[in-house]
């Protein structure tokens, strides 16, 4: 391998736990100044949670709704660019077209935004006795794949709920990427059931790096975060986490590790994509 492959082959991500607040100014600032530090200590892509302009909850999105390009976006690509970073922007609530959406924002190292993804996947659950949130009373969902390039790998992006979907993780995989990112706030009765083990299944299946940003966790928010923030690697193995507080999460990202799992277990080439489809059955 040459030094600039090698070179290549392997870079350092940062998650960024945010302590998200009801004012809007102070989640940008917070972001902007943790970005900056994410950078000072190498990293080349950053990720920050979903909604961290603005407290998570039906009842919060059409009052924090901007649209794209705004006030929101318009820091993330400067920070992107004055810190030379790849920068996941969390998700904000957009407006366009009358419609709301839970958008992520990606800016490449020079400020360009790279592509918003739009949640595909609206939070629609009832637990009773535990959690109730539709999100589709107030938002639309978004019905277009996101994928990215670096110079190091190709990163799929999907916002929270989405990670559920394994159908999406397979095709990102199938699309070429090696990293999937999730903004993302599970709550504290689906965090510690499914949170992690979401995130180890979506990396072991498809033999790639996962890696989740969530707000930090607020007890007195009307919808507590499980916070935990982690990165995952292609063998299944939290490699990076962290509990609920504010934090950065650094993780490196080796690519030549995840070539070598899926040499070593070469089930990406073993597939019997022509068996799997529901074939209907001769009545007897
Ligand atoms: O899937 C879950 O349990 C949580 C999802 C969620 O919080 C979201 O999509 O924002």
Redesign the pocket.
Known sequence: MSTLAKAMSKFRLAVVQLHVTSVKADNLSKARRLIREAAGQGSKVVVLP??FNSP?GTGFFQEYAERIPGESTQMLSEAAKENGVYLVGGSIPEEDGGKLY?TCPVFGPDGTLLLKHR?I???D?DVPGK?R?Q?SETLSPGSAFSVFETPFCKVGVG??????FAEMAQLYSKMGCELLVYP????M???PA??EL?QRARALDNQLYVATASPARDETSS?I?WGHSTVVNPWGEVISSTGSEEAVVYAEIDLQYLADVRQQIPVTVQRRDDLYAVKPVAES
């Open positions: 979903e909604c998570y839970n949640k996947h609206l939070f659950i959690i949130f999100e916002i929270c709920y989405d990670i559920r993302g706030a599970f709550n009765t689906t965090g499914h949170w979401l919808y975060a």
